[in-house]
């Protein structure tokens, strides 16, 4: 079994985590960004997040195979105690535990900040297709998330509608 360590994530990461990410937009629904960003753009993207979150990656054999995240669940001075989380994994290692890795660690760093409620907006779709399964749901589910909002039919992508489940975790 390969050693899998997790570390904050810097602004040089960003080409490899780009390059985790890059397939979720082109080929899934997960996201519903159409364009990969660009390296710069998420370059910023992490410096951004680690000024007030926790931007962590997983590494194995000194390559990255997955990441997670969070940032303020709203722009609002109130909204300081609940944020928002993602985590992306490298398709090649899906399903061997990085998931749960990243998020466990994430959710140690947020409590250490004092993070109440943890949220994941996550892409649905009514039927499972070939760009979305409900393996999130399902993910989360298994981590102690419960459904708490359902937004219909809000994004648009390979000419289809998905629909956003909201699930939250208190911490």
């Known amino acids: 079994m390969k050693e899998k360590t997790i570390r904050s994530a810097t602004a040089e990461d960003a080409s490899a985590l780009r ?3 890059a397939p979720y937009v082109e080929h ?3 996201t519903f960004e159409y364009d990969v960003p660009t390296v710069e753009e998420f370059r910023q993207r992490i410096v951004n997040t680690v000024s007030h979150h926790p931007y962590l990656v997983a590494v194995e054999d000194g390559r990255a195979v997955g990441y997670a995240y969070a940032h303020q669940l709203g ?5 300081q105690w609940a944020v928002e989380t993602s985590i992306y994994i490298d398709a090649r290692c899906r399903h061997h535990g990085i998931g749960r890795l990243l998020h466990d660690a994430l959710e140690a760093a947020l409590c250490r900040q ?3 409620r943890m949220y994941a907006a996550i892409a649905y779709a ?6 979305l399964t409900h393996d999130s749901i399902r ?3 298994r981590l102690g998330y419960k459904e ?5 039919q809000c994004g648009k992508k390979f000419g289809r509608w998905y629909d956003i489940v909201w699930m939250e ?3």
């Open 148 to 152: 708490v909002g359902h937004f219909n």
């Open 28 to 30: 899934t629904a997960v």
């Open 19 to 21: 390059a985790i990410y």
């Open 139 to 141: 993910f989360h589910t």
């Open 169 to 171: 975790k208190e911490v």
């Open 126 to 131: 009514r039927t499972e297709d070939e760009y």
């Open 75 to 79: 722009v609002r001075a109130a909204f």
């Open 114 to 116: 004092g993070i109440r």
